[in-house]
């Protein structure tokens, strides 16, 4: 069975309150999308820990901290292509959308001005999490911190 967890956003702003559902990706495709992002970094010339593409998904876990502490800087050699698009793209599909009030289902996410989601903060916050939710729960801890 996938993991799925709820989160509600916190945040002040136009998505303060609304209810989001992530559910895991089948190991599989988690280790290919993991591996596929993997791949486009080292193609776009950023720094990689040695041993990271022989890792997939956890290789995506042990390098995500560090990637984001050498901020936009690791990240200057990646442009947006149809990769990281699908990978983007990818990444949104374990994202659904809890509407609110007793036993309405989850919803996919719309696109465009009809997206549930109405922040680019919230949308960075929800990759994370889905990032999180597919790592050992020991790394995704370690994440959050």
Not at 22 to 27: D, G, H, K
């Amino acid at each position: 069975m996938r993991r799925t967890r709820d989160v509600t956003i916190t945040t002040p702003g136009r998505d303060e309150r609304k209810t989001f559902r992530l559910t895991e990706l089948p190991a599989d495709a988690a280790e290919r999308w993991g591996m596929r992002a993997l791949l486009v970094m080292a193609n776009a010339g950023a720094k990689l820990p040695d041993g990271v593409l022989d890792e997939g998904m956890a290789g995506i876990a042990a390098t995500l901290p560090g990637l984001m502490i050498q901020g936009m800087r690791s990240l200057a050699g990646l442009s947006y292509t149809d990769e990281v698009a699908t990978l983007l793209n990818d990444m949104m599909a374990c994202v659904q959308f809890v509407p609110p009030g007793v036993g309405l289902p989850p919803q996919p996410l719309f696109s465009g001005d009809a997206c549930q989601i109405e922040e680019v903060r919230t949308r960075l916050y929800l990759r994370m999490e889905v990032i999180k939710l597919h790592m050992d729960p020991s790394v995704a801890a370690a994440l959050s911190i």
